[in-house]
């Protein structure tokens, strides 16, 4: 008898003897369907916050004016208008998705170029009445840079913001071209309980937002209360590197971040951004030279935080040791480029925090 048919029946012999062990190896039996019948879920809602709305500069247009009952500021970088978003939700149980999409499109002129070739920064921010005596605040929803001359696509999702997507809202988009005419913007906020899982997101505190964050800034400090009942919590934090003039430090050369609690560091961290590469066909206008035989892009190379035609994803820095009460959140930015004689350009950060927490889950019946 061959060794083969001496095997067959030993095999056979073991797998009856250890059916029931095998059995309890496979993948459990999903559990039956719940008596619970969820509620009805509110029906998708879309949000057009604005439709192929030229942002541009004109050196020569007042600081501030107006335009189709917008208003431009900054030469017309950036422009405000009032929208109504959806009302928020009665309970967390109706929690939805909260998707936000961002298309940018240069202007085409006479020559067939667009008329912007470089890469600027932009934000979506919300923009909140200040305290008594103090001027109004902007946070920080979505910050994405433009690729070199190309028609670019930020999709991101903001569900953890919720709570400051409803109701009657500032909005605030931000190009920083220096070209007239330069780009058209539409952004659209969709709501939906597909893909909420189980978020319920209920606490959202804007902390800092600063716009140039330089080797002269020092730490930023801000305080939270904290309420009860609220759990989850994480920071959300959006920070790039750039240059005046273009250098190394700090758009191509990361600095330290350190994150203080109540004065003692929990988080350290180095922004940083390595997928320029596959990018290609949003920078169609990007610088490019041959080294070592291989042709390279400017787009290619990695830079502190961001990539050219792509949206800036947060840092999201859960917070174990939070609890209620008020407390103090600092965030550093070591080693920052300064100034010298020889070469007067600095380098500097565009930072935001946020602070967002959701509502506990109640426990199951029968638990």
Same mark, same amino acid.
């Given at each position: ?36 019948? &969820? ?9 057009? @916050? ?5 942002? *541009? ?6 600081? #501030? ?13 950036? %422009?405000?208008?009032? %929208? ?7 309970? +967390? ?20 170029? &667009?008329?912007? @070739? ?12 200040? &305290?008594?005596?103090?001027? /109004? ?37 931000? @190009? ?34 600063? #716009? ?19 759990? +989850? ?39 940083? /951004? ?33 990539? =050219? ?14 609890? =209620?009460? #008020? ?30 927490? *959701? ?9």
């Amino acid at each position: 008898m061959t060794a083969a048919r001496l095997l067959v029946p030993l095999l056979f012999g073991v797998l009856v003897a250890t059916g029931a062990s095998a059995q309890d190896d496979a993948a459990p039996a999903p559990p039956p369907p719940s008596d619970v019948r &969820p509620d009805v879920p509110a029906a998708p809602e879309s949000v057009v @916050l604005f439709d192929a709305t030229p942002v *541009d500069y004109v050196e020569t247009r007042p600081e #501030e004016s107006a335009r189709d009952g917008d208003l431009l500021r900054k030469h017309g970088q950036i %422009v405000e208008r009032t %929208v109504e978003l959806p009302a928020a939700p009665e309970s +967390q149980r109706e929690a939805r998705r909260i998707m936000l999409r961002v298309k940018v499109e240069p202007v085409i002129d006479a020559a067939r170029r &667009p008329s912007d @070739l470089w890469t600027r920064l932009g934000a979506l921010s919300l923009v909140e009445p200040g &305290p008594v005596g103090s001027p /109004s605040r902007e946070v920080e929803i979505m910050r994405f840079i433009t690729g070199f001359g190309g028609t670019c696509v930020f999709e991101q999702d903001v569900t953890p913001l919720a709570p400051l997507l409803h109701g009657r809202r500032t909005v605030r988009i931000l @190009l920083s071209t220096y070209m007239s005419p330069a780009y058209r913007i539409t952004a659209t906020l969709h709501y939906d309980a597909a893909g909420i899982g189980a978020r319920r997101p209920a606490f959202a505190a804007p902390l800092l937002m600063e #716009e140039m964050v330089t080797s002269e800034t020092g730490p930023m400090l801000a305080t939270v209360t904290v309420p009860e009942h609220i759990t +989850q919590f994480r920071l959300r934090i959006l920070s790039t590197g750039h240059a005046t003039d273009g250098q190394l430090g700090d758009e191509f050369v990361t600095r330290p971040h350190v994150v203080l609690l109540d004065g003692r560091e929990i988080a350290r961290f180095r922004p940083w /951004s390595e997928r320029g590469g596959p990018n290609r066909h949003l920078n169609p206008t990007s610088g490019r030279t041959a080294i070592d035989g291989r042709e390279i892009w400017s787009s290619d190379f990695d830079r502190s935080g961001w990539t =050219p035609g792509l949206v800036v994803e947060p840092l999201i820095i859960p917070l174990l040791e939070l609890t =209620p009460g #008020e407390h103090t959140i600092t965030l550093r930015i070591d080693g920052i480029r300064a100034p010298t004689e020889a070469a007067p350009g600095r380098g500097y950060w565009r930072s935001s925090v946020i602070l967002v927490g *959701d509502e506990p889950w109640p426990e199951a019946a029968g638990e």
